[in-house]
C-alpha cells in the first residue's frame, strides 16, 4: 500500500510525521502560513514559513494525485476490466506520467487505425507473427483477406490484400508498444538522462538575428539545460528565430542517423523479444519496432519532455523571481523623515514632491534644470526653498533617464546649502509609473497629476519599501527575468505568497497603513482592509486591538490570524505595539503577577526578562518555544526585522558606459539575481553583470547565498562593450581585467 500523504511529505521534507499531521490539520482549519509559522510553533516543530509554504504546495499537489487515481480507477472499473495486478500498479503509482502510463491503453480515443484492423480481425495475425518469427508474413497476411463492411464505429475498408493486412497488424503491434506501461516508463527515464537539445536558427532568421545568435548552432543535454537558457530557447522557438529538435546522444553521434536501431528502438525490441536472427519475420517485425519509436513513442515522450523542460525552467524562473522580490521588499527603511522624491526627466522636467514623514504629500513641483531649458540656478532655488520650508532631511531620486544629472544637482543643492542638512539617495523606479497610473494611486492622490504621483512613490519607498512597494503588481517591479514567458497564475500565487510573508515579518501599524498594505496581513482581504481604514477614518485611530473586532466583516477567526501583526504603538495597552498575540496576553500578565512590575516596567528591562525561567511558564496552550518567543519579544517590542539602512556612492565623473573602463572599482547597488549572476547598478543607467564565477573566490552554486536585491557591492570592471551595452563585472577584485568568463 502506497503511504499516505502525510507519510509521504514527512519523507520529502524529511521532518516528523506528527508535524506534518499537525500542519495539515491547521491549514486545513483555515489558518494562514504566517500564522501557523509565528503562533503555532509547538504543533508544527517550529517549521519556518518557507517550509510552510513547501508543505502546503506539496500537500495540494498530492491530493490532486490522489484525486485523479481514484478517477482513473473508477473509469477503468466502469469498463469492467480491473484486474488485481492492475489495480496494484495503479495504487503504487508515484507520479502522475506514471498513473496516465497506466490509463493509456483504457482511455476513450478517437477510432484509431488499430482499432480499425482489429475489427478487421488482424489481431491474430499480429500476434502470430510476434510469437512465431519463423512464419513467413505475406503467406500469413494471405490468409486474413476481407471484404469492405460497416461497424458500429463506422465503415471499415476490409483487407483488400497481403500488404493492406501488414500494415493494419503493424498498427495493431505498435499500439501495443506504445501502451506498455512499464517499457513507457523506462524510455522516458532513458530520453531524461540520454537526450539531448539541439537549436539552429529558421534559415529565413538567421542573418536577421542578433538576440539568439548564442543559440544558432547549440545542443546541450536535455537534464542539464538551466531555467534562464531553458526559457530563452522556447521563447527562440515561439518567435521562430529557432528550430529545436530533441535527439538522442547516440543519434547526435552519427550524424548520419543510420543506427540499424537506436538504444531505445533495441529496449522496445527487448521487452517483446524480437531481434534479428535472419528468420522470416524478423525485418517485418524490426520495421514495427523502428515505426512505432519515431512515430508514436518519441513523439509523446519528446512532448512530454518539453513540457517538463518548459514547467521545471518556469518553476525555477518564479523561485529566483520571489527571492529577489523577498529581497526588495525587506530592503531597510530610512526611515521616517520628510522626503523630497524626485522622478528625473529631461524635455519633460525633474517632478518633485514632498511627504512627510508618514507619506502624506505636502508641497510638489516641476523643475527644468536639464536640457532643453537648462535651469540650474532656478531649479537649486526651488528645492531650497521646498527644503527649508517643509524641514526636508532627505531626497530620493529615481534611477531612470536623467538620474546621474539630477544627483548632481542634489549633490550641489547639499553642497551649496549645508545648513539644510540634505542627505540624497539613489532609489529604483522600476514600477513607480505603473503606480501612478493604477486605481490605487487615483483613490490615494486624486487631486495629483499622474506624473507628479511617481514622485511621491520615489519619495515614499526611500522611507519604507516594503509599505510602497506593495501597492504596484510584483511583475512590475522588475526584479525578475522571462516573467511573461512562466506561467501567470503560478507566477501570481508565487509573488502574493512572499509579499504576505514581507509583510508579516515587519509588521503593520494598523493606524497609519494602507489597504494596501493591510490587505497582505494574515487573515485580512482587501474588503476588510478598506473597511479597517473606513472605520478609522470614521471613528478615529484604534487605542486597542479588541477594537478591531468592531469593523464590519472582521469576525474572531480573522482576528485570531491578523492581531498578532496588528500593531498599535502608543496604544493603551504596551502588548499592542509588539508582536505577542492577544492570546498570549494572560501568560504575561502571570509573570508580572509574579516579578511584581507592569506592563510598561518589564518591556525592555533585560535583567527582569533575564531572571524568569521560560519553563515556569508553560501551558497545554503555550509550549516552550512559544514562551521563550513572548520573552524575547519584550526585549525589543515590534522590533524590525530589516537590517539598517546603507546606501552605495556612485563614482563622481562616471556616468555611461563610455566613462568605464578595465580595472575600475566602482560601488553599485544589486539590482537582480539571477541563475547565473547578479546585475549591479553602477550609476551609468545600464546595469553591469557580475558572472556566478566572479561573485566570490570560491564555487557558488546559487548566486543568492551571496547576494541579494539591495545590497551594496564593491565590484571591479573587466569589460565595458558599449556598442553591445554590455559591462561584466566581478566582486574578486584580485581578478585581473584580463580575465574571460
Known amino acids: 500500500m502506497l503511504p499516505s500523504i502525510e507519510q509521504r511529505l514527512a519523507t520529502e521534507l524529511a ?10 490539520q491547521l491549514l486545513d482549519d483555515g489558518a494562514t502560513v504566517p500564522f501557523i509559522a509565528r503562533y503555532r510553533k509547538e504543533a508544527t516543530g517550529g517549521l519556518d514559513d518557507a517550509q510552510l509554504r513547501l508543505l502546503a504546495e506539496r500537500l495540494h499537489s498530492l491530493r490532486e494525485l490522489e484525486k485523479r487515481r481514484a478517477a482513473i480507477v473508477t473509469a477503468i472499473e466502469k469498463l469492467g476490466k480491473m484486474t488485481p495486478p492492475l489495480l496494484d500498479a495503479l495504487t503504487h503509482a508515484t507520479d502522475k506520467a506514471h498513473l496516465e502510463d497506466l490509463y493509456l491503453p483504457y482511455r476513450k480515443k478517437r477510432r484509431t487505425k488499430a482499432q480499425i484492423a482489429h475489427e478487421a480481425g488482424l489481431q491474430p495475425l499480429a500476434d502470430s507473427l510476434l510469437n512465431d518469427p519463423r512464419l513467413d508474413p505475406e503467406a500469413e497476411a494471405a490468409k486474413y483477406l476481407k471484404a469492405p463492411f460497416t461497424t458500429e464505429e463506422g465503415d471499415n475498408p476490409g483487407v483488400a490484400d497481403a500488404a493492406a493486412a501488414l500494415e493494419g497488424a503493424q498498427h495493431i503491434l505498435i499500439e501495443r508498444f506504445a501502451e506498455h506501461a512499464p517499457l513507457l516508463q523506462t524510455l522516458r527515464d532513458y530520453l531524461r538522462a540520454h537526450g539531448v537539445l539541439t537549436a539552429k536558427a529558421a534559415k529565413d532568421k538567421k542573418d536577421d538575428d542578433t538576440k539568439y545568435t548564442d543559440y544558432h548552432e547549440y545542443s546541450e543535454a536535455i537534464g542539464k539545460i538551466p531555467s534562464h537558457r531553458a526559457l530563452a530557447l522556447l521563447r527562440g522557438e515561439r518567435e521562430g528565430v529557432l528550430k529545436l529538435k530533441l535527439l538522442l546522444d547516440s543519434e547526435l553521434e552519427d550524424k548520419s542517423r543510420n543506427l540499424a536501431l537506436n538504444p531505445c528502438e533495441l529496449m522496445i525490441g527487448r521487452v517483446f523479444n524480437i531481434r534479428d536472427q535472419k528468420r522470416a519475420a524478423d525485418g517485418w517485425l524490426i520495421d514495427t519496432v523502428r515505426t512505432a519509436w519515431r512515430t508514436k513513442i518519441f513523439a509523446h515522450l519528446e512532448t512530454e519532455l518539453m513540457g517538463n523542460l518548459q514547467e521545471n525552467a518556469e518553476t525555477e524562473a518564479i523561485r529566483v523571481f520571489a527571492q529577489n522580490l523577498k529581497a526588495l521588499l525587506l530592503a531597510p527603511p530610512a526611515g521616517a523623515s520628510v522626503t523630497i522624491g524626485l522622478d528625473p526627466g529631461l524635455r519633460t522636467g525633474v517632478k518633485v514632491a514632498i511627504v512627510d514623514a508618514t507619506g502624506k504629500v505636502l508641497d510638489t513641483a516641476t523643475i527644468y534644470p536639464h536640457a532643453p531649458r537648462n535651469d540650474w540656478d532656478g531649479a537649486l532655488h526651488t528645492l531650497k526653498q521646498l527644503a527649508e520650508r517643509h524641514s526636508a532631511t532627505l531626497i530620493a531620486i529615481g534611477n531612470g533617464t536623467a538620474s546621474r544629472e539630477t544627483d548632481h544637482l542634489a549633490k550641489e543643492l547639499s553642497k551649496k546649502y549645508p545648513q539644510l542638512k540634505l542627505t540624497s539617495i539613489m532609489v529604483s523606479e522600476a514600477g513607480a509609473s505603473v503606480y501612478s497610473a493604477s ?23 526611500l522611507q519604507d519599501p516594503l509599505a510602497e512597494l506593495v501597492k504596484i503588481d510584483p511583475k512590475s517591479i522588475g526584479v525578475g527575468q522571462y516573467q511573461h514567458d512562466v506561467n501567470q497564475s503560478q507566477l501570481a500565487q508565487s509573488l502574493d505568497a512572499v509579499v504576505e510573508d514581507s509583510v508579516n515579518a515587519v509588521g503593520v501599524d494598523v493606524n497609519t497603513a494602507s489597504p494596501a498594505l493591510l490587505r497582505y496581513v494574515a487573515g485580512l482581504n482587501s474588503k476588510i482592509a478598506h473597511n479597517i481604514v473606513a472605520h478609522r477614518n470614521s471613528k478615529g485611530r484604534f487605542a486597542k486591538r479588541a477594537d478591531l473586532l468592531k ?54 528591562n533585560q535583567s527582569a526578562l533575564k531572571s524568569i525561567r521560560p519553563e515556569k511558564y508553560t501551558t497545554a496552550q503555550s509550549g516552550l518555544l512559544t514562551v521563550k518567543d513572548i520573552l524575547h519579544e519584550l526585549e525589543k517590542p515590534g522590533r524590525d526585522p530589516r537590517s539598517s539602512f546603507k546606501t552605495a556612492t556612485f563614482k563622481e565623473g562616471v556616468e555611461s558606459i563610455k566613462d568605464l573602463h578595465p580595472g575600475m572599482v566602482l560601488e553599485g547597488v544589486v539590482t537582480n539575481v539571477a541563475a547565473f549572476g547578479a546585475f549591479v547598478d553602477i550609476g551609468v543607467h545600464q546595469d553591469g553583470l557580475v558572472h556566478i564565477s566572479a561573485l566570490a573566490d570560491k564555487f557558488v552554486k546559487d548566486p543568492h547565498a551571496v547576494v541579494k536585491v ?31 568568463r
Open 551 to 604: 469593523v464590519p466583516s472582521l469576525g474572531e477567526k480573522t482576528f485570531e490570524q491578523a492581531a498578532g501583526f496588528l500593531r498599535i504603538p502608543g496604544g493603551n495597552n504596551p502588548l499592542d505595539a509588539s508582536a505577542v498575540h492577544p492570546e498570549s496576553y494572560p501568560l504575561v500578565e502571570r509573570i508580572l503577577a509574579d516579578i511584581n512590575l507592569k506592563v510598561s516596567e518589564l518591556i525592555g
Open 439 to 461: 486605481e490605487l494611486a487615483s483613490e490615494e492622490l486624486p487631486d495629483l497629476d499622474v506624473s507628479l504621483r511617481g514622485a511621491v512613490s520615489i519619495a515614499r519607498r
Open 15 to 24: 521532518v516528523k510525521f506528527s508535524q506534518i499531521q499537525a500542519t495539515v
Open 710 to 740: 539591495g545590497q551594496v557591492v564593491t565590484v571591479k570592471v573587466l569589460e565595458a562593450d558599449e556598442k553591445r551595452k554590455r559591462i561584466a563585472l566581478t566582486m574578486r577584485l584580485g581578478d585581473s581585467t584580463a580575465a574571460k
